[in-house]
């Protein structure tokens, strides 16, 4: 992990009160699947080229229609606020800073309007099919009338992972916080969290449905399997992200560093595929991008350099990654993430 990065965990550590770390950092279960993602990259070996003219390193991606300056993109969280006061204002704005895309969750506590405002640089919105399929509708609807590019629909979370470090953080949260988004389109009364929870009966027709409700290209996240992947492409995802939901709801999934490469070849070259779960340098960013994936989204550490530092210290993290990234692309001998291919990485 980058030095960057464990310190900031630490300062957010001992800065934030103890539950909501513990909602930060829990895994579900056992926390198997937590505990094995960032060891996972380290798996693999790397077959770097020699002679190639390195002098200057191009960290440019392209996402759907999105321009980004490096490959790093700021995986959808629930609830910056209990981070900082300014939420997913300031992340979005450290984002940009650091030329990064920031994929903005449908549990943001602070509202679309704020954040599209905010934000300098592009933004995802992820979507959840809610019980109250009008309650999605209308957020994604705003989430492209606030600027969104492109939605990201959660798939793995028909019903929220069981946490054992957690205990009712969704207690502690107020509804004002809970419900920022969502409070508006719903009648007032007990069961709105009910209705905002996700739908367990949500099939791939969902994938099109959104599309066509808002607008925008939907790239599926939360697969783990190339079969599974291709479904998704078949119903028309813009694009797969390969998760593990931060090691959050199935525990003893598989690591996503194992299951990228079926991803990969269920989805064929048809759609980027990007990559999450236990990213914490640019080597590991490296063996994901030689393994095949267009780019990787970055959870935990996005959150501890927020509360440790705000808009700057989203912005002096992501940055950080880059730099590395650069530095390691260079050593392995290439110019441009474009440059790398299967053949430079091997497993153990
Ligand atoms: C998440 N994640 C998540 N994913 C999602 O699609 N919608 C969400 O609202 C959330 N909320 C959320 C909250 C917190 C506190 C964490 C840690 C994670 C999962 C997230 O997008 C991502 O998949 C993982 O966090 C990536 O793994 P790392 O980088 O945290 O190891």
Not at 284 to 295: I, R
Request: proline share 5%.
């Amino acid at each position: 992990m980058l030095r960057v990065l464990t310190e900031s965990r630490e300062r957010a550590r001992a800065a934030l009160p103890p539950e909501v770390w513990d909602y930060y950092e829990a895994g579900a279960g056992d926390e198997v699947t937590l505990g094995g993602a960032e060891a996972a990259w380290r798996d693999y070996r790397l077959r770097p080229r020699v002679l190639r003219d390195v002098s200057r390193v191009d960290l440019a991606t392209r996402l759907l229609d999105t321009e980004a300056a490096s490959p790093f993109v700021v995986a959808p969280m629930a609830l910056h606020t209990l981070a900082h006061p300014d939420g997913e204002c300031a992340t979005v704005r450290g984002a940009a800073a650091a030329g990064c895309l920031t994929v903005v969750s449908t549990r943001a506590s602070r509202t679309l309007e704020e954040i599209g405002a905010a934000a300098t640089g592009p933004w995802w919105f992820q979507a959840y099919l809610m019980r109250d399929r009008a309650l999605t509708e209308a957020l994604v609807r705003r989430a492209a009338a606030a600027g969104a590019r492109a939605l990201v629909l959660t798939v793995d979370t028909p019903y929220v992972g069981r946490k054992g470090r957690v205990t009712g953080v969704r207690i502690a949260v107020p509804d004002d916080t809970y419900l920022v988004n969502l409070a508006q389109h719903l009648v007032p009364g007990a069961v709105a969290r009910e209705a905002a929870e996700q739908d367990p009966s949500m099939t791939p027709d969902t994938i099109a449905h959104l599309a066509e409700v808002s607008g925008l290209p939907v790239v599926v996240k939360g697969v783990l399997r190339g079969d599974e992947a291709a479904r998704c492409v078949e119903a028309g995802a813009a694009g797969v992200v390969v998760s593990t939901h931060g090691g959050r709801q199935l525990d003893r999934v598989v690591a996503s560093a194992h299951a990228l490469p079926d991803v990969l070849e269920g989805v064929g070259g048809r759609v980027p595929v990007l990559v999450d779960g236990g990213i914490r340098s640019g080597t590991d960013a490296l063996v994901a991008l030689a393994l095949g994936a267009d780019a990787v989204l970055v959870g935990r550490p996005v959150l501890w350099a927020l509360t440790a530092g705000g808009a700057e210290g989203v912005r002096e993290a992501l940055q950080a990654l880059a730099d590395d990234l650069q530095h390691v692309l260079a050593v392995a001998g290439a110019a441009r993430p474009a440059d790398l291919d299967r053949s430079m990485v091997t497993a153990g």
